[in-house]
């Protein structure tokens, strides 16, 4: 068997997620847009529900059908895009809470679905999704009316608890909701490690849940093995890969492992980035192809089966400063062709 092993350790998911809940004073829900960010929804969401998770997020209406069938008819699961134009037999069918995002939302939905729940997305400055301060104050009475079933926005800079951003969009959110009835949703994982002044009554946490930064106390979620196909020796001068962009400079040893950019594995990252076998860094050599990646094991002293790409000399967040993106990046392009191994749960 050529292909690599990700293991995903679902015990290390609900751990985070406890811990971001423990952490919250309100309560916390999982946002498994995107297959739960790579990693599978289909195993992710039911063991987060075992855990204690109640509200579910999704991005489109498209991923809330399938996880309905997942959760059954309890769970609550909201849809950032809110009612596009074809989703009302989605959202009804399944049973999805579709957060309005504007005047046109607001009318296709209570035209189409009236008397189904939804929420309400308002922009507090990052002017992504939602409705405008103007638009707000301009509708909320016709929308309260109709019984939202929660209030949320997003921040823009979580991330960086020192940002001015962060108390700015704060004002801005308690400005368009003090006062009203309805539950609301301010903080994602970021929002949750800066203050309680954030949580409000439920918090949105994904990266963190998965792994990643900003929740330096995260467990290590994924691991990646890759099996190696084929060793070689180089004499000094011979080349490696695409470009020859690796010259040996001594007698090296090289091997060939099977993965490369196809399975999510940034070019990007090549020249920073090494393989871990057990304890003992080994540095890619020269280019990282489409499905193999050439790796220099001369200071090994042993031809290994495998090599490791994530794990715990190497987490996602590393990889992502390798190769100039975030860790939500890196899990969201792992391969389609990965053997796919679930620990835990
Ligand atoms: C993706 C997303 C989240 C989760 O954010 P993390 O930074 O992964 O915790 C929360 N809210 C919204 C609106 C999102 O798009």
Known sequence: MSTATLTIDLDAIVANWRALDAMNTSETAAV???????????????????????????????EGAPLRE???????????????????????????????????????????LPGHPFGIQLDSGMNRLGMEPAEWAALRQIALAQNPTLIMSHLACADEPDHAMNPQQLATFREMTDGLDVPRSFANT???????AYHFDLARPGIGVYGGRPFDAAHPVV?????????RDLLPGET???????????????????AGYADGI????????????????????????????????????????????????????????????????????????????????
């Open 240 to 258: 490696v890969g695409y470009a020859n962009s690796f010259t040996a400079t001594r007698p090296t040893r090289i091997a060939t492992v099977a």
């Open 32 to 62: 498994v847009k995107a297959d739960a960010y790579g990693l599978g929804a289909a195993r992710v969401a039911p063991t987060l529900a075992r855990a204690g998770a109640r509200h579910f997020f999704v991005a489109v209406a498209e």
């Open 190 to 196: 970021g929002g949750i490690l800066l203050d309680a």
């Open 223 to 231: 691991t990646l093995d890759i099996p190696v196909i084929q060793c």
């Open 266 to 345: 940034l070019r990007a990252m090549g020249p920073k980035t090494s393989l871990w076998a057990d304890d003992t860094p080994c540095p890619i050599a020269g280019r990282i192809s489409m499905d193999l990646i050439c790796v220099d094991i001369t200071d090994l002293g042993h031809d290994p089966a495998s090599l490791q790409l994530i794990g715990p000399h190497q987490t996602i967040d590393t990889l992502a400063d390798n190769a100039g993106t975030i860790g939500y990046e890196i899990l969201t392009s792992l391969g389609a062709r990965y053997t796919r191994r679930y620990i835990g749960g």
């Open 70 to 112: 997942m959760l059954g008819a309890v769970p609550a699961i909201y849809v950032f895009s809110g009612h596009m134009p074809g989703d009302a037999e989605m959202l009804r069918a399944h049973k999805l809470i579709p957060m309005i995002n504007s005047l046109d939302q607001m009318i296709r939905h209570a035209e189409a």
